[in-house]
């Protein structure tokens, strides 16, 4: 299953609100996961199952959408938010991951 | 809290076999329902599944690899390990071990805890 983010990167202030998409050439229901990557560090799972925050992420981060198209908001962004962002999809194996969303500081 | 930590030889040649191994601590392989996977990233891009080792020894592998690719557990020293073959440039990488996220008794397959990962180079 292919997976298309976009934009591939953005620019944006602190306090923005960001929204990254993920398009999958397959898919049902909510299989899918987003990651935060920072230089240098492995990634850090956000969400799962298309909108579950995973345990220690803070609130300002969600995701919706369902079958073949998903996002994930940024509603504030914070300092620390700068990072590069994956979706993966949870449908199918081979499981695989979009080519990444560079958040950049404008 | 569980920590994964991946070890093995920065560099490797061409034609040659890449062993790594991934230590697991706070938790024991003997509490079962664990998915141990491996994932890479070349270089400035993205991540790939190579696949994962269940808890019971059963594995799954990406098609794309799976001719050079094996996985096994050592339970009594939870650890978990990579062998694979015939490396070619295109193989150089930064390799990660991760959790499978189970949550009850479902498995997400999400990955929710990473080693800090192992950049492996293969060049003569």
């Known amino acids: 299953i292919q997976l298309t983010q976009s934009p591939s990167s953005l620019s944006a202030s602190v306090g923005d609100r960001v929204t990254i998409t993920c398009r999958a050439s397959?898919?049902?229901?909510?299989?899918l996961a987003w990651y935060q990557q920072k230089p240098g560090q492995a990634p850090k799972l956000l969400i799962y199952?298309?909108?579950t925050l995973q345990s220690g992420v803070p609130s300002r981060f969600s995701g919706s959408g369902s079958g073949t198209e998903f996002t994930l908001t940024i509603s504030s962004l914070q300092p620390e938010d700068f990072a590069t962002y994956y979706c993966q999809q949870l449908y199918a194996y081979p499981l695989t991951f979009g080519g990444g969303t560079r958040v950049e500081i404008k | 809290q569980v920590q994964l930590r991946e070890s093995g030889p920065g560099l490797v040649k061409p034609s040659e076999t890449l062993s790594l191994t991934c230590t697991v601590s706070g938790v024991s392989f003997s509490t079962g329902n664990y998915y141990l996977s491996w994932i890479r990233q070349p270089p400035g891009k993205g991540l790939e599944w190579i696949g994962y080792v269940y808890y019971n020894g059963a594995t799954n592998y990406n098609p794309a690899l799976k001719s050079r690719v094996s996985m096994s557990l050592d339970t009594s020293k939870n650890q978990f390990s990579l062998k694979l073959t015939s490396l070619t440039a295109v193989d150089t990488a930064v390799y990660y071990c991760?959790?499978?996220?189970?949550?009850?008794?479902?498995?997400?397959?999400?990955?929710?805890?990473w080693g800090p990962g192992t950049m492996v180079t293969v060049s003569s």
């Open positions: 199952s298309a909108s």
């Open positions: 991760a959790r499978v996220l189970v949550v009850g008794r479902k498995v997400i397959d999400a990955f929710d805890v």
């Open positions: 397959q898919g049902y229901s909510n299989f």
